[in-house]
């Protein structure tokens, strides 16, 4: 696990709640935000999009920033937690000044899973198996969108959980140019019967050499915490330039974890 810095430590503890078994979030702030609508070709559908823009780029004309890009975007999905957690790193100087997007869901199962051939993966939505097309949405029509929108340079972080983990490790294993920070809580890595964490190897053996940043956390549950050990130790036995973190938190459950080791993950992928 990585050393906190103290400030660090201390934004770890103004920004994630105590969080228990019986215990309830508090309401995020909606943040202040802007919004747009892409007309996707490759989905056939009109896809919201959330942007938060921080003080850093609004009292310059001319500032550059990355961007932290998030499926689950929507503001009553984790947008919210998302931009509050950032915003709180940044004021307290623990990570540089980002530009958070926000992609709301239409068809959250469609789009965060890959093909499966088992038959109760199947039963979960009318639509599964949307990942690559989801994928290309983004690469192809959600980059140069925002690109004309903002100023941006061209490095890109991507975080999200359950799902949204599986989706950003697929994309980290299968697609690895299109981010230069993944961070994957507690994915669903039991997805057809764990097909890509038994196929990482083969995705590993050809990452390349950019250096890149991969952050995996998992809860209690074996199904999970038993497939990220598989992909982190496949991932530390490779000659690759990807700096990996991965942080097995028995004490959380899938229902917590996102919120106890946001602010973490997020320092560790933008520093």
């Given at each position: 696990m990585m050393r906190i810095s103290r400030a660090l430590f201390a934004a770890i503890v103004l920004v994630a709640p105590r969080l228990g078994a019986q215990t309830t979030p508090p309401a995020d702030k909606i943040p202040a935000h802007d919004s747009f609508t892409v007309v996707s070709k490759i989905l056939s559908e009109r896809r919201p999009i959330n942007v938060y823009t921080?003080?850093?780029?609004?009292?310059?004309?001319?500032?550059?920033?990355?961007?932290?890009?998030?499926?689950?975007?929507?503001?009553?999905?984790?947008?919210?937690?998302?931009?509050?957690?950032?915003d709180s790193l940044m004021s307290l100087g623990v990570i540089r000044p980002v530009i958070i997007v926000g992609i709301p869901n239409t068809e959250r199962r469609r789009?965060?899973?890959?093909?499966?051939?088992?038959?109760?993966?199947?039963?979960?939505?009318?639509?599964?198996?949307?990942?690559?097309?989801?994928?290309?949405?983004?690469?192809?029509?959600?980059?140069?969108?925002?690109?004309?929108?903002?100023?941006?340079?061209d490095e890109r972080a991507i975080v999200g959980e359950s799902l949204a983990g599986l989706f950003i490790t697929e994309t980290f294993l299968t697609a690895p140019s299109m981010f230069d920070h993944y961070v994957a809580i507690d994915p669903s890595l039991w997805w057809n019967?764990?097909?890509?964490?038994?196929?990482?190897?083969?995705?590993?053996?050809?990452?390349?050499?950019?250096?890149?940043?991969?952050?995996?956390?998992?809860?209690?549950?074996?199904?999970?915490?038993?497939?990220?050990?598989?992909?982190?130790?496949?991932?530390?036995?490779?000659p690759t330039n990807i700096r990996v973190t991965y942080e097995p938190r028995k004490d959380l459950t899938h229902a917590t974890i996102f919120r106890a080791v946001g602010p973490g993950a997020l320092a560790n992928a933008l520093k």
């Open positions: 921080p003080k850093a780029y609004k009292i310059s004309a001319t500032a550059k920033l990355p961007v932290l890009y998030m499926p689950d975007g929507a503001i009553d999905e984790d947008f919210p937690h998302v931009v509050n957690t950032v789009d965060l899973t890959g093909p499966t051939r088992v038959k109760e993966d199947s039963a979960i939505a009318p639509h599964v198996g949307g990942s690559d097309a989801f994928r290309s949405f983004i690469r192809d029509e959600l980059f140069p969108a925002v690109k004309a929108r903002y100023r941006i340079t019967s764990y097909a890509l964490t038994d196929a990482a190897p083969s995705y590993i053996a050809n990452l390349g050499t950019a250096p890149r940043t991969f952050y995996i956390a998992s809860a209690d549950s074996k199904e999970i915490s038993g497939a990220s050990a598989k992909i982190v130790a496949a991932l530390r036995s490779a």
